[in-house]
Nanobody, 124 residues
Framework: QVQLVESGGTWVQAGGSLRLSCAVS????????MGWFRQAPGKERSFIGT????????DYVDSVKGRFIISRDNAKNTVYLQMNSLKPEDTAAYYC?????????????????WGQGTQVTVSS
């Protein structure tokens, strides 16, 4: 059984930084393409970024390009989301997801496993 556990969410002031982690267990992490999504209150879950199994290729939604960075450590079965220059509109529950297939995936339907989420609140 594959499990994903996010951590690192907290309250932060606008302009600050946070690093979220997502630890994966129960599967072959190095074979998964990983993604990060977020869901603000009253809104649908939306794509943030994705990273290939090797960590060499990433893709991001335009609103976070230049501010957020996804990385992974296959030895630790962990994917990270470094968030810089945070804005109040970044406030949301953040989710990591794993796709048991090769490639970069921006749609939630391509992902096979999901974490429970971690809350990020950015105050102005």
């Amino acid at each position: 059984q594959v499990q994903l556990v996010e951590s690192g969410g907290t309250w932060v002031q606008a302009g600050g930084s946070l690093r979220l982690s997502c630890a994966v267990s129960g599967g072959t992490f190095s074979r998964y393409s990983m993604g990060w999504f977020r869901q603000a209150p009253g809104k649908e879950r939306s794509f943030i970024g994705t990273i290939t199994w090797s960590g060499t290729i990433t893709d991001y939604v335009d609103s976070v390009k230049g501010r957020f960075i996804i990385s992974r450590d296959n030895a630790k079965n962990t994917v990270y989301l470094q968030m810089n220059s945070l804005k109040p509109e970044d406030t949301a529950a953040y989710y990591c997801a794993a796709a048991n297939k090769l490639g970069l995936f921006t749609r939630a339907t391509y992902y096979d496993y999901w974490g429970q989420g971690t809350q990020v609140t950015v105050s102005s």
